[in-house]
């Protein structure tokens, strides 16, 4: 077991109310899973996301990742299991904008600590997965939007973390070139890493091996893809045909 | 950590490149604060080895008896008032020969008194009404260091006599004979004719304010006819050799105590002064305004400081984004930290680095364009290292602490 989430619930405060952004979500992922979490914008799946990144702590509940309870953890211990652990994908692609592809690609090694001979091999090793050899020297905004979620992708990966997370990676492309990364996350996880994907589209959902569905920071459904997304769309017939 | 050092520079160094005249007005604080104190070290500095050079010039076996303490003597050390001093007797001509013939310690003295602010004519021109005159015995050259470049110094006869010839300082001269050789042209003091008959070497200004060369001397008779009886000399005293100028001083102090008539248990009402002590009290002096322009210095440092308070804190801000990305790929706290500290630090020694270059040019700018004497000293240069990162580190440590305390969820988010 990789992951290990119980009761776990996520509070916020604003003006006075306490809204929960999750309410109590157990579940269990296993090394080598390709998961999917669906849900409306707001049901809470960044929180999800970012509690399972370590970015973000739980109000209540336990969390054990990798055989280790995060909550005793200390915010160095955090940033570590980010560091190793964890390969974040973010929608906004979040790359630093006056760094190369390559500087960007070898920031989480840095951190690690590693000299920059070894950081540059592992950085150049990562750009081959996604094919973006061609533009080492490139910044950001000389990418397009694919090729930047590439060198994000790239950055996540150079770690060799336990854990791929990514928050609606196709979010901010077309189609075509969403289908392209996803093709790229179904590559990966043949090669044996463990995923988690956050998107809005059933189609993509449906061609995941696991789909968990989540409403108002709960899990309402989980089950394979395609039948979590079949379900999905029967709901949400039933919702429309309700209001029509 | 070396290599997160490095890490931590080179993108301290993109900033700068990113936006090069923010950093440059950021920095001008530290930049004025830094080339003030090197200037004005480099001006003291550089007075300091010369005022001790013209006085071992002096040589070492010349004291001076006066009624005066020293004109540098800053605090401390004596408790008499003004008015005490104002009200001893004055040292005449008598003193001088009294000293002259019962000190066996001491190899010859002269006397000088003095006028100052007078103007100097000819018949066709003036100079402004600030020249220093200057009465003096015959042997005078000998012990104060002034050399004749033209002409000759008076003779005895000429001061028994109250002959009325002067010697010119170099400032004079120019002033008033612009185009002709002064040798043998006539001067007018108060009203009456002058018979020029040398010039003396040039020898710039003591502390930047009293120019030496701006002088006229006349035999001390001649002097004390023009310019009042009643008044004060300083009477310098050479010893026989190096040996002897201690026993010269007790012999000369047990002359004086005697024709005053000072009882064992009174002070001094004279002051007897080496060289030596008046190079003291010029680096007392000059400690004093080192401390003065390390106030104004601090002061701008501090203005400085707050420069950079607010351009990290900007840069801060900026970056939020940036900051939750690193903090999201494992960056540990005390390592943003370091980052944003290491920028200040930086930051500020560049300021530093800068004021230095600047005070080392205002140095030589003043030395070529003014004829001051000027010298950096190394200690300033440490000094001023020290306190522009010293600077950045203080006011660098609170933003730091701010862009470490980001929370990465909430900076992704930020726009
Ligand atoms: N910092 C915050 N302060 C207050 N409410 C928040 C905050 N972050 C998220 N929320 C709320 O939590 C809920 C879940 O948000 P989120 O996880 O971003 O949803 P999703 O990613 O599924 O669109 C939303 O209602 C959102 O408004
Ligand atoms: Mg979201």
Known sequence: MLISLQGIRREYHVGGEIVAALAGVDLAIDRGEFVAIVGQSGSGKSTLMNVLGCLDTPTAGSYVLNGKDVARMSDDELADVRNREIGFIFQAFQLLPRETALANVELPLVYRGLPAKERRARALEALEKVHLTQRLHHKPTELSGGQRQRVAIARALAAKPSLLLADEPTGNLDSATGAEIIRLFEALHAEGNTIILVTHEPKLAARCPRAVRITDGKIVDDGPGAEVAFRDQATGQLRDEAHS | ?415
């Open chain 2, 1 to 415: 950590m070396i290599r997160a050092f490095f890490d931590n520079l080179r993108l301290a160094f993109g900033t700068f490149v990113a936006h090069p005249l923010r950093t440059l007005l950021t920095l001008l604080g530290i930049v004025i604060g830094v080339s003030t104190v090197m200037t004005m070290m480099a001006l003291l500095e550089g007075l300091r080895i010369k005022v001790n050079k013209d006085l071992s010039q002096l040589g070492a076996n010349v004291f001076r008896v006066d009624k005066w303490p020293q004109g540098f003597r800053v605090g401390g050390g004596n408790r008499m008032n003004w008015n005490q001093i104002a009200a001893r007797p004055p040292l005449t001509l008598a003193d001088r020969r009294a000293i002259a013939e019962s000190c066996p310690s001491v190899l010859r003295t002269a006397a000088s008194s003095w006028q100052p602010g007078q103007r100097v004519r000819t018949v066709t021109t003036e100079t402004q009404p600030n020249v220093f005159i200057l009465g003096t015995t015959v042997e005078y050259p000998d012990t104060s260091g002034i050399t004749i470049a033209q002409g000759r110094y008076f003779n005895d006869a000429e001061d028994v006599d109250g002959r009325r010839v002067a010697v010119l300082g170099p400032d004079v001269a120019d002033r008033l004979f612009p185009n002709i050789e002064p040798l043998g042209q006539e001067i007018r003091l108060k009203g009456r004719p002058y018979t020029v008959i040398g010039i003396v070497e040039r020898r710039g200004k003591v502390l930047g304010l009293f120019n030496l060369d701006n002088q006229v001397l006349v035999p001390m008779n001649t002097f004390l006819a023009a310019y009042g009886k009643r008044r004060t000399s300083s009477i310098s005293v050479e010893a026989k050799d190096a040996q002897s100028v201690d026993r010269a001083m007790e012999e000369v102090t047990r002359v004086m105590r005697q024709r005053r008539e000072l009882g064992p248990n009174d002070e001094n009402n004279f002051e007897v002064s080496t060289n030596e002590s008046s190079a003291k009290s010029l680096n007392e002096l000059s400690t004093v305004i080192t401390a003065a322009t390390f106030g104004v210095c601090i002061l701008s440092l501090l203005v400085g400081g707050i420069g950079v308070l607010n351009i990290m804190l900007v840069s801060v801000t900026e970056r939020t984004r940036e900051i939750g990305v690193r903090k999201a790929l494992g960056a540990r706290r005390r390592r943003i930290l370091a980052q944003f500290a290491t920028e200040a630090v930086a930051l500020s020694l560049a300021g530093g680095l800068i004021g230095i270059g600047l005070g080392f040019g205002l140095a030589a700018l003043g030395r070529w364009a003014l004829g001051l004497y000027t010298a950096v000293p190394t200690w300033a240069v440490g000094l001023s290292l020290a306190m522009s990162s010293g600077v950045g580190l203080v006011f660098g440590i609170y933003p730091a602490a701010r862009a470490a305390r980001i929370d990465p969820v909430e900076a992704m988010r930020a726009e």
